[in-house]
């Protein structure tokens, strides 16, 4: 086993990867709550035509720019109504975000270096994750990539600087668009910390102001315009409650301990984990020549102020580190030879560890599930998990078993292994779909029925309107559909008793509610049909 591999088996690789993953993305119901969030947002801007306010339940939905919602809008109008055309963009972006790793890496370094760091990020276990999800961080990360690498090149090849820096502006203008300020506000962050390890000021005259900046503003400043044009007030939202305050204050109800997201990042690294610990903590004693641009130390500081930025935030989420994983790539591809051969060993010594834990957990799952509330749906997990197992030794053992221990072919490898065992394992997470989707409950509401009055009763599945094609009526509910309550006031009903009296006066309707609030309305003789339920919710008929 001492012949090399190449390029064309490296191409074979990212062709078969490329086929399951868009097969895993149109395998599975959408999640909540984002993917059903975002997928009816973009289902309600194609039905109303309105392109400027997006569109919740019928109502203002402004907590993010529009830009992804664009997308997805015409992912569906070309593809229909399907969570293939749901997650088409998401998908789209994180094999750019791929791409581009790819092209920085071979321009700056070489074409080993190159592959190495696509095949390490198409394996880091939290950007495969979220790059299958209809969710707006993988576009955001790709966008900041896609600026990060121009950037990166214009400092390192000045004769380009200028359509590369121009190239750089428009895509954070872009992840302004996608996900709001925080796409600005982390590379400017980055670009005075780096200024001040470096001590290298000049670069901010490298930066294009000139042209950069008009460019920035004609793609961001537009529909902010227009928004507060037709809402009166949007910015003041947008920009303090949206930003400001979800950042500073638990008003979300996100807030985590600080060292979430060091487990976020450490679990999500894996299987590279070891030496993803091993780029960040090494070469910071070595400080670049004054006015000589030093690129990883300018990725080094990235990756840190990505997770302490969202570390000292008072709203944490899992994906939102995600921007960070392009960094680790590139980073951990040009370690030195004798590194990157031993980090290839370890990553694969864990993914044989894996594929025997995981292949143990499949023989055991229903004795470790017996007992468990939910446990009936997950008990079906047990093949698909011995399956992934199997992906994951036969990648190790390929590259364990090498006797010329070439890092660049024992990465692809690994990374084709890592890559694949987690789509499988995504594409798998449908069978237990009743857990986290509408899916199945939405398949329950009679043809019939589709028109009558749907009412949702203290909770709002977010997946449950984009599968009825239709709004719902929220009985003593707002959360984060707050805003587009105080604009459409008349859509609430406010509580339980005056719901029970519209509902008892009325004809042929239907309503949603969780189990709890399904027992407690029958317990008070309330009229209700049961028509199906799931792990969570009960949807009945007036009759």
Known sequence: MNGRVGPALYLTLAALVVV???????????????????????????????WVIPQLDGMPYIEKPPLQYWATALSFKVFGLSEFAARLYTGLTAFGTLFVVWLLARGLWNEHAAWRAAAVLASLSLFVVVGQLLSLDMSLTFYMTLGLAAFLWAQSRPEAAGRAMLLAWGAIALGVLTKGLVAAAIPAAVLILYSLAARDFGLWRRLSFGTGLPLFVAITVPWHWLAER????????????????????????????????????????????????????????????????DAALFLRIWILFVVLFFSISDSQLIPYIVPAFPALAWLIAIRPPPKLRRDVLVAAAFSLVTAIGLGTASVLLPRLLAGAERGAYFLPLAPPLLRIAGVL????????????????????????????????????????????????LAAALPA?????????????????????????????????????????????IGSIAAFVKRWSASGQACAIMETGMYDYLQARGVPMRELGRDAHRVLVARR
Request: overall charge positive; proline content about 6%.
């Open 230 to 293: 037709r809402l009166p007030g949007f910015l003041g939202f947008y920009l303090l409650r949206e930003h400001f305050e979800r950042y500073l204050t638990p008003v979300a109800d996100r807030q985590e301990s600080w060292w979430f997201f060091s487990v976020v990042f450490l679990a999500g690294s894996l299987p590279w984990t070891l030496p993803a610990l091993g780029v960040l903590v090494q070469g910071w004693w070595r400080r670049p020549a004054r006015g000589v641009f």
């Open 20 to 50: 399951v993953w868009f097969a895993a993305s149109a395998s599975r119901p959408l999640f909540n709550p984002d993917e059903g969030r975002y997928a009816e947002v973009s289902r309600e801007m194609l039905v109303s035509g309105d």
């Open 393 to 440: 030794a036969v990648s190790a053992l390929f590259v364990l078993l090498r006797r010329d221990r070439e890092p660049t072919g024992g990465a692809v490898f690994l990374g084709a292994g890592w890559c694949l065992g987690l789509l499988l394992l995504i594409r798998a997470s449908g069978l237990a779909a009743p857990v986290y989707s509408g899916r199945g």
């Open 448 to 492: 019939a029925d589709r028109t009558a009055p749907i009412y949702s009763i203290e909770t709002y599945d977010q997946t449950l309107p984009f599968y009825w094609r239709r709004t719902v009526d929220l009985v003593s509910y707002r959360g984060e559909l707050d805003y587009g309550l105080r604009h459409a006031p008349g859509r609430e």
